[in-house]
């Protein structure tokens, strides 16, 4: 409309959002048609003359005049017509009606008097009239006859009182009647007036249209047979209320379609729910002859959208020509619109589906929205309407105006008991008739059931009003026909008894009417109903003989197996009473089949009294055909569990879908059509669990609403697959209907109905969900289905599950103290419950407790019981071990006192004897040292002859060894020689002459005999000279013939090397001797004769030779030095053997004495070993009973401690189970509460624990119970705020079996967790932190489960997830050795290291039930005390830096030293008790022990100092508590603000005043650093408060809104004096509330008429005040 603001204007130009601008032409004008303004901009409203168009303006009578008008037209016998009817309507709607007062006419009685169900104008109601006029005419017309006056006053009369009181209920429909006849009677018309008995109205009655003159008819339905196969869920009985409907709907839809008065053959049903406006119509729509007209349902609910309706309207029909379509086959169709209300009102106050809508009936097409036709109308012809919804108003929709004028509305009233009778009377006589076998006495009761439960309908109904709390108490004609279904399914063969009948019937009315009801009182209310009428209606017999409470169910029969084939055949579902324990065995064998076949999915379930209650509900509602449930109760209920165990005992197939983050609609469509083919195409029975946490949007919940109402879903199956889907099931459809026509339609409707009858929906609803009560307006199929709500457990089942889960489980207790904890359970889990109202009541946070939590509760308690009960155990065996090892360590040193005395006395007789021998010993020794003095003087001399040979020896041995190379090198050069060479010169009758003169030198060296001397001449390396001839021939020839020739030469080099001589040499020298100088040399050759090289040439064994006869001439030469130096040496030896001959007789002499003074000396050392013996072992006593002593003085204490440890562990053991129970039920319910609330439970949970006289502890400090010193100090090296409330926090992180969940609005345990987790965030930061809404959510669990990192999820509003659920309940699945978790429809690796925490910024989050079950809620919001901890720190870090370290070094120390402490108490512990054998023996031990103890008093004595410097430095921080205390209380005011609500409106408005402790701290920071610096302390601390208030105050004032600044001062200015302790809480309540608490009745009456009650109430409250920290009572009578 804003757009066209410009064509408005004089220059008519429109100017589009793309900025295209479109000149109009001159004669374009726009005439805008509003309902009213309230949407129009002041642009378009002034740009527009506006005309206000009255409805009394014009009123009915144009529109009446111009029907009149129209009349002739249709052909002239209708002037006639005219002319009777035209005087009727002026005397009965136009003339004043008879005692109206005021009234002006009959339209104006109706305004004033009677209350239309539906709002509509005049004109809408005279439309109708004369719409329904025209319609009962038209048989008439078509004959062109007029008949007579009386007929048209007949006919005139029905008209106007089904148009005006159409829409009226009984009550209104009986005082319009009257006033009517009023006027009949006047205008004397009385004809007109039908016969009606009392009570009845013209409503009950029809002009006859079967006769021409249409006489009085009263309305009767036929008479109903019921078919041969009864399907209760598909029956539709026609009744009065049914049957007139009916007519009204089809002599509309045979109308003409005219535009004076509107007519659109559509008519509007409007009726509260349960009144049969869906059966009706469809009644209505299954007459159709299918050749001619077809029909199609369509169901609406809030969110459908006009692009849903339209595609719904288009999958419906085809093209006919162009952009004209049509149903198919040129048919005709009915559109039934259901729900047509329910189409969402948006901001503007516009339902635009059902615009559409209205579009479609009155212009006969819709839009293309094709790209390519966009904009182009599409006609569509031969479409009619029917439409039905609810009344409006409640919360509830109208229709506008302009779509309701297109339809004939009338009211659907709810039926009489008549036709209630009739209904499941028909039913009922069906039932038990002859022919299904019924006994004649069961016959006849059977007539008194529809009477019995329209009473108690009726009693209920008027009792159980519906409100916003219980929108859900609303009970209808659904409820009744729920009664009498539950009474089908029970065979006639077990309805063998009366009684059996009317404990059917109870039971029935039961489920019905009590099932869905939210209070113990309201279903109190409905037993009591029963009881009351049981004796009215079946007599006070057999309502004695019901009075106890009876169940039935279908699952008690056992599986039946074929005669032939022996396969099983399913267990027979026979719906028949259920003995208790009958039924509670059958339920746990289910259980066990279930857990058998879905062992990744078991579930271990206790099934107490009211789970197994809720599992028949379940079971009977999913059994009946089109069952569908809602489960209500909050989460960890059981409603999931029940869900599947109920679905698997009826044999059904369960379906849940599996949410992951890119679950969309299409996800679900693929879902449901797998579903929609199991149950319809297959005619698979199917449960389909949906829970809310599972609805990712509102579409989804439209979806189901259309499946639920229809069975169907738009777009869900393309055609081509529909008719796919029939073709399936056309065998079936075959048999079951062999009569009925084979088309697709007809198969279709089968699918339909198959479909609705297979598929059972159960929704598992929270009702704390903010969106429940609006879902239930907006999707009423959805919330029309058997509603289940799950009370709250009570304390029975509680302790049912309890004893169900500890039973088994050892515990050191008797049986009657076992049953005390089982009821104490069940008490904590009631009493936290009632503390979560309380603390919603006074905090405004909402707290949950869920059974789920209670399973937890049992869950901790078992892993916590059996580590203490372990750990008292050790400690107990520990203890005794180790005091037993002290006590024998004790008696040990008393025994070694008296075996130290007995060896004293034995030890001085030893003494004795040892002395005397060693006298003696003493004496021989001398004579022995004197000789021993003569032997050592010979041997010297000996000696130093011996050293002075030994150095000639070696001298002459290093001559020697210069000699051994030659002869080393003649041994070679022999062994070099090979019996070859000495066969080859045998062989060679004439050697050359070198070899012969090699011999000549082998014979003179050997002294063997040769030739004279004589010249020759000799030819030797190629030159002849002259030389000595040879004497190879004479002697040599002979000799190298020898065999043994080589040995007699290598044994003349081993034994007569030494003989030869210098003479030898001599005689060699011409053969060996040469000099490069020739002036020196002699030989005639430039070379030795006997060179082995050249001898080599000649012969092998000659170069051998050649080289022995130089080598033994050179070895002489080296040897004869050597000679006389060893032949000197020889005589040297000789005389040196002589001199030690008679040293050795010497010394034989000595070693005779030495010998004697031995065995002396062996008697002595024996006597001395006795004697040491005896000193050692005395030695050894003492020091064991010097260390015995030690260790027992210095374990005195522990000895005292541990003895009196070991008395109390028994008594401590005894106690664990309520010390356990208590401590479990603090860390699983004590999360979510502040710190009084916390105290307050924990303190009503050990109260009760003595009250009900479980063993435990007076006082059971849980913080110490569950963790040590040392970890408190880790915490808080690591972040973590010391104040009391923040250690429970990290006990609950750290301790909790579930994941926890923080509440953190101050970030503080965000930054103490990223600090504890460190080391494992920093291997992939990425991974491990992250938000809900990060795209890779589902990457980084994989990562990190997989890897055993943690996940830290940041950010977290109300809700978490859906796909992070199997994390949360940690639901592992177990493969071989590897675990995993199904996230998403993917099993991830998970490790069992791996940690989950979610942290949410919100001050006070709205947690689900099912999300509270699922994790551990822990509230770290900040406290008073805690804060002002932490700004002390922060102020003594920024005025005294070194004093905060030396403190923050010191607790560092401090907890190293606690842990170093306790650490040395347990190995002192341990080593003793693991000792083995006597303590005393032990030595090292005992060195360890003593080491041990010495450490552990080292640490002791650190700890004292530190606590003694930890005093110093707190007395100087504390000079500074003032300040700290201060910025505590300002910034406890800043937040206090958020609580602020508008005065107006009373609606919050502080969540503007947000702020957070980041904003605080840096205005602390400010006032510290800005405010004077000045000396002493307390004067700068001063400056610091004053400074740090007015900025904190004129920090938070400038955001405030000026009504909520002087509160702000208030607030302030109170908490400063309260903390300061000038005034009370007490007093600050008095000034707030005074006497408005009092109660004006139980106080004493005003004496003063002066003075107002208020004001009077306010004195006396005030009298009773005691003011201020010394409470005087200032006034007072």
Same mark, same amino acid.
């Given at each position: 409309i804003e757009n066209l603001n410009t064509v408005l204007d004089d220059n008519k130009i429109l100017t589009l959002a793309n900025n295209d601008r479109i000149p109009m032409t001159d004669n374009c004008k726009i005439v805008f048609e509003v309902q009213d303004l309230r949407n129009a901009s002041p642009a378009t409203v002034s740009r527009a003359g506006i005309i206000y168009v009255s409805a009394s303006d014009l009123g009915w009578q144009p529109i009446t005049e111009a029907w009149m008008l129209r009349r002739p037209e249709i052909n002239a016998q209708r002037s006639a017509e005219v002319d009777i009817l035209k005087p009727l309507f002026d005397k009965w709607l136009k003339a004043k009606p008879p005692n109206s007062g005021a009234a002006e006419d009959f339209f104006d009685w109706c305004m004033r008097n009677i209350k239309l169900v539906m709002p509509c104008n005049d004109s809408i109601l005279i439309v109708q009239t004369l719409n329904l006029l025209a319609a009962s005419l038209k048989p008439y017309v078509d004959e062109n006859s007029i008949p007579a006056e009386d007929t048209y006053r007949r006919m005139l009369c029905w008209c106007i009182m089904w148009g005006f009181g159409g829409l009226l209920e009984p009550e209104g429909r009986k005082i319009i009647w009257s006033k009517f006849v009023e006027i009949l009677e006047e205008n004397k018309h009385k004809d007109a007036i039908p016969p009606c008995a009392e009570g009845q109205t013209i409503f009950e009655w029809v002009p006859d249209w079967t006769d021409k003159t249409r006489p009085w008819k009263l309305w009767e339905p036929d008479e109903w047979k019921p078919p041969k196969i009864l399907n209760f869920s598909a029956l539709l009985i026609p009744t009065m209320d049914s049957v007139r409907a009916e007519y009204i709907i089809d002599i509309i839809a045979n109308h003409d379609i005219t535009r004076t008065p509107p007519s659109f053959k559509s008519t509007m049903l409007v009726g509260a729910p349960g009144t049969a406006k869906t059966s009706t119509a469809l009644m209505y729509t299954g007459r159709f002859s299918q050749d001619v007209m077809l029909s199609k349902r369509l169901n609406l609910s809030s969110a459908t959208q006009p692009l849903g309706f339209q595609k719904s309207i288009e999958a419906e029909i085809e093209r006919k020509t162009g952009k004209t379509f049509c149903p198919p086959g040129g048919k005709k169709m009915t559109f039934f619109i259901d729900d047509a209300s329910m189409p969402i009102v948006n901001k503007w106050g516009d339902q635009v589906t059902n615009e559409l809508a209205r579009q479609l009936i009155e212009m006969s097409g819709v839009y293309f929205l094709d790209k390519d036709k966009r904009g182009d109308f599409k006609s569509i012809e031969g479409l009619q309407y029917i439409g039905a919804m609810g009344h409006p108003g409640g919360g509830k929709n109208d229709i506008p105006n302009r779509y309701k004028s297109k339809f004939m509305c009338f009211n659907m009233v709810l039926p009489s008991t008549v036709s209630v009778d009739n209904i499941f009377g028909s039913i009922m006589k069906s039932k038990f008739s002859n022919k299904a076998g019924a006994k004649p006495d069961v016959q006849d009761l059977s007539k008194k059931l529809t009477a019995a439960t329209v009473d108690v309908w009726d009693r209920v109904k008027s009792k159980l009003l519906p409100t916003p709390l219980r929108f859900h108490y609303i009970f209808n004609m659904r409820d009744l026909s729920r009664v009498f279904q539950g009474i089908m399914e029970c065979p006639v063969s077990i309805v063998s008894t009366p009684t059996v009948l009317v404990q059917l019937w109870k039971h029935e009315c039961q489920r019905v009417f009590a099932d869905k009801l939210s209070r113990d009182v309201d279903k109190n209310l409905v037993e009591k109903t029963l009881k009351e009428f049981l004796p009215i209606h079946f007599g006070e017999a057999l309502a004695a003989e019901n009075q106890e409470v009876s169940w039935y169910a279908d699952f008690l029969r056992d599986i039946e197996f074929d005669e032939e084939t022996g396969e099983e055949?399913?267990?027979?579902?026979?719906?028949?009473?259920?003995?208790?324990?009958?039924?509670?065995?059958?339920?746990?064998?289910?259980?066990?089949?279930?857990?058998?076949?879905?062992?990744?999915?078991?579930?271990?379930?206790?099934?107490?009294?009211?789970?197994?209650?809720?599992?028949?509900?379940?079971?009977?509602?999913?059994?009946?055909?089109?069952?569908?449930?809602?489960?209500?109760?909050?989460?960890?209920?059981?409603?999931?569990?029940?869900?599947?165990? @109920?679905?698997?005992?009826? $044999?059904?197939? *369960?379906?849940? /879908?599996?949410?992951?983050?890119?679950?969309?609609?299409? !996800? &679900?469509?693929?879902?449901?059509?797998?579903?929609?083919?199991?149950?319809?195409?297959?005619?698979?029975?199917?449960?389909?669990?949906?829970?809310?946490?599972?609805?990712?949007?509102?579409?989804?919940?439209?979806?189901?609403?259309?499946?639920?109402?229809?069975?169907?879903?738009?777009?869900?199956?393309?055609?081509?697959?529909?008719?796919?889907?029939?073709?399936?099931?056309?065998?079936?459809?075959?048999?079951?209907?062999?009569?009925?026509?084979?088309?697709?339609?007809?198969?279709?409707?089968?699918?339909?109905?198959?479909?609705?009858?297979?598929?059972?929906?159960?929704?598992?609803?929270?009702?704390?969900?903010?969106?429940?009560?609006?879902? @239930?307006?907006?999707?009423? $199929?959805?919330? *029309?289905?058997? /509603?289940?709500?799950?009370?709250?457990?009570?304390?029975? !089942? &509680?302790?049912?599950?309890?004893?169900?889960?500890?039973?088994?489980?050892?515990?050191?207790?008797?049986?009657?103290?076992?049953?005390?904890?089982?009821?104490?359970?069940?008490?904590?889990?009631?009493?936290?419950?009632?503390?979560?109202?309380?603390?919603?009541?006074?905090?405004?946070?909402?707290?949950?407790?869920?059974?789920?939590?209670?399973?937890?509760?049992?869950?901790?308690?078992?892993?916590?019981?059996?580590?203490?009960?372990?750990?008292?155990?050790?400690?107990?065996?520990?203890?005794?071990?180790?005091?037993?090892?002290?006590?024998?360590?004790?008696?040990?040193?008393?025994?070694?006192?008296?075996?130290?005395?007995?060896?004293?006395?034995?030890?001085?007789?030893?003494?004795?004897? *040892?002395?005397?021998?060693?006298?003696?010993?003493?004496?021989?020794?001398?004579?022995?040292?004197?000789?021993?003095?003569?032997?050592?003087?010979?041997?010297?001399?000996?000696?130093?002859?011996?050293?002075?040979?030994?150095a000639e020896k070696a001298e002459a041995q290093v001559e020697l060894n210069k000699a051994l190379p030659f002869l080393h090198d003649a041994e070679s050069a022999c062994n070099s020689i090979t019996k070859k060479d000495i066969t080859e010169i045998k062989a060679n009758n004439k050697p050359v002459d070198i070899i012969k003169l090699t011999f000549d030198g082998l014979m003179i060296i050997q002294s063997k005999p040769v030739i004279p001397v004589k010249v020759e001449d000799r030819f030797i390396n190629k030159v002849t000279a002259p030389f000595l001839a040879d004497s190879y021939d004479d002697y040599a020839k002979k000799d190298l013939m020898d065999i043994n020739f080589l040995n007699n030469i290598l044994d003349f080099a081993a034994n007569e090397k030494d003989n030869i001589n210098d003479e030898t040499c001599e005689l060699l020298d011409p053969y060996l001797r040469y000099d490069e100088d020739p002036a020196k040399n002699w030989s005639p050759f430039s070379h030795k004769v006997l060179e082995p090289e050249l001898a080599g040439k000649a012969s092998g064994a000659a170069a051998g030779l050649c080289k022995f006869v130089g080598a033994m001439v050179m070895y002489h030469g080296a040897a004869k030095i050597v000679k006389p130096k060893m032949d000197a040496l020889k005589v040297a030896e000789a005389r040196l053997a002589k001199a030690m001959g008679e040293l050795n007789a010497a010394e034989a002499e000595l070693n005779r004495v030495l010998s004697e003074v031995a065995e002396l000396d062996a008697e002595l050392a024996k006597a001395q070993g006795v004697m040491k013996q005896l000193n050692d072992s005395k030695a050894a006593m003492e020091r064991q009973m010097d260390a015995a002593n030690k260790l027992l003085s210095g374990l005195s204490g522990e000895n005292a401690r541990w003895t009196e440890d070991s008395k109390n562990f028994a008594l401590r053991r005894k106690k664990l189970i309520g010390d356990v129970g208590c401590v479990c039920a603090f860390v699983v319910y004590c999360g979510p509460f502040n710190s009084e609330f916390r105290d307050k439970l924990y303190t009503q949970f050990m109260a009760d624990t003595k009250k009900r006289t479980v063993p435990a502890h007076e006082k059971i400090e849980q913080v110490s119970f569950l963790v040590d010193q040392g970890t408190i100090g880790e915490w808080a090296l690591e972040g973590l705020p010391s104040d009391e409330l923040s250690i429970q926090n990290a006990i609950m992180v750290t301790r909790s079996s579930r994941y926890p969940l923080m509440v953190d609005p101050q970030g503080q345990a965000n930054r103490w967790i990223k600090s504890r987790e460190k080391a494992r965030i920093s291997e992939n930061p990425g991974m491990c932190i992250t938000t809900l809404s990060a795209k890779n959510l589902k990457d980084q669990i994989e990562f990190t489960m997989g890897e055993g990192l943690c996940l830290v999820i940041e950010n977290v509003e109300n809700e978490v997830d859906p796909m992070l659920d199997p994390v949360l309940d940690k639901a592992i699945i177990k493969k071989g050795k590897n675990l995993y978790i199904n996230v998403s429809d993917q099993n991830m690796d998970y490790k069992e290291c791996f940690s989950l925490y979610f942290t949410s910024r919100l001050p006070n989050p709205h947690f689900s039930p099912e999300l509270s079950a699922k994790a551990t809620v822990i509230d770290f919001t900040v406290t008073l005390k805690g804060l002002e901890q932490q700004l002390l720190g922060k102020l003594i870090g920024m005025e005294m830096k070194s004093l905060e370290d030396t403190l923050a070094a010191l607790e560092e120390d401090v907890t190293n030293n606690t842990k170093s402490l306790q650490l040395l108490d347990k190995q002192l512990l341990d080593r003793l008790s693991n000792s083995q054998g006597n303590l005393l023996e032990d030595t090292e031990l005992i060195e360890v022990l003593a080491n041990t103890k010495a450490k552990s008093k080292e640490v002791e004595g650190k700890l004292r100092e530190a606590d003694e410097r930890k005093i110093e430095i707190n007395e100087k921080r504390e000079q500074f508590r003032p300040v700290a205390t201060r910025g505590s209380i300002m910034y406890f005011n800043m937040t206090d603000m958020t609580n602020v609500v508008n005065p107006i409106t009373a609606q919050p408005s502080g969540w503007m005043y947000n702020c957070s402790l980041l904003q605080f701290l840096e205005q602390f920071e400010v006032s510290v650093r800005n405010s004077e610096k000045c000396q002493p302390t307390s004067k700068r601390v001063d400056k610091i408060i004053h400074y740090l208030t007015y900025q904190v105050y004129r920090y938070m004032n400038r955001g405030l809104y000026e009504r909520d600044k002087m509160m702000f001062k208030l607030l302030v200015t109170l908490k400063i004096m309260v903390i300061a302790n000038q005034i009370t809480a007490g007093d600050v309540s008095m000034l707030l509330k005074a006497g408005s608490s009092l109660d004006e009745k139980a106080e004493r009456s005003n004496p003063f008429k002066w003075m107002s009650t208020k004001v009077w109430l306010n004195v006396i409250q005030l009298s009773r005040q005691p003011f201020g920290s010394d409470q005087i009572v200032f006034f007072r009578e």
């Open positions: 055949k399913g267990a027979p579902k026979v719906y028949e009473p259920a003995p208790w324990e009958t039924v509670k065995g059958k339920a746990y064998e289910y259980l066990g089949k279930y857990n058998e076949a879905y062992p990744s999915k078991s579930m271990n379930l206790v099934l107490f009294d009211e789970a197994m209650q809720h599992l028949m509900k379940i079971n009977r509602t999913i059994q009946q055909k089109r069952g569908s449930a809602m489960l209500v109760g909050v989460g960890g209920s059981g409603k999931q569990s029940l869900a599947r165990l @109920a679905a698997f005992t009826s $044999a059904h197939y *369960t379906f849940q /879908i599996t949410i992951t983050k890119t679950y969309n609609d299409n !996800a &679900l469509f693929e879902d449901l059509k797998n579903l929609c083919i199991r149950s319809g195409a297959k005619g698979e029975s199917v449960t389909f669990i949906f829970t809310d946490a599972e609805i990712k949007s509102e579409n989804f919940l439209e979806y189901m609403n259309s499946l639920l109402a229809t069975g169907e879903v738009v777009g869900l199956f393309a055609k081509d697959e529909r008719d796919a889907m029939c073709g399936d099931v056309r065998n079936d459809f075959v048999k079951e209907f062999p009569n009925m026509e084979e088309n697709l339609l007809n198969m279709y409707n089968y699918l339909m109905d198959r479909l609705r009858d297979n598929l059972h929906v159960c929704l598992c609803f929270s009702p704390v969900n903010a969106k429940f009560p609006i879902r @239930a307006q907006k999707f009423p $199929a959805v919330f *029309t289905v058997n /509603i289940n709500w799950f009370m709250p457990w009570p304390e029975a !089942a &509680l302790v049912a599950v309890s004893s169900a889960f500890l039973s088994s489980y050892k515990l050191d207790c008797n049986d009657e103290e076992r049953q005390k904890l089982y009821g104490l359970t069940g008490s904590f889990q009631a009493l936290t419950r009632d503390l979560c109202e309380v603390y919603y009541t006074r905090m405004r946070k909402n707290v949950y407790v869920t059974p789920k939590s209670f399973l937890c509760l049992i869950d901790f308690y078992k892993v916590l019981y059996k580590a203490k009960y372990e750990e008292i155990n050790v400690q107990e065996r520990s203890v005794n071990v180790g005091l037993q090892k002290l006590k024998e360590a004790s008696e040990f040193v008393e025994k070694l006192k008296i075996e130290l005395k007995e060896q004293e006395v034995v030890i001085r007789g030893e003494t004795a004897k *040892t002395n005397v021998l060693l006298e003696k010993v003493m004496g021989e020794k001398a004579k022995a040292d004197k000789k021993a003095e003569q032997v050592n003087g010979q041997k010297a001399d000996c000696q130093g002859e011996a050293d002075k040979i030994n």
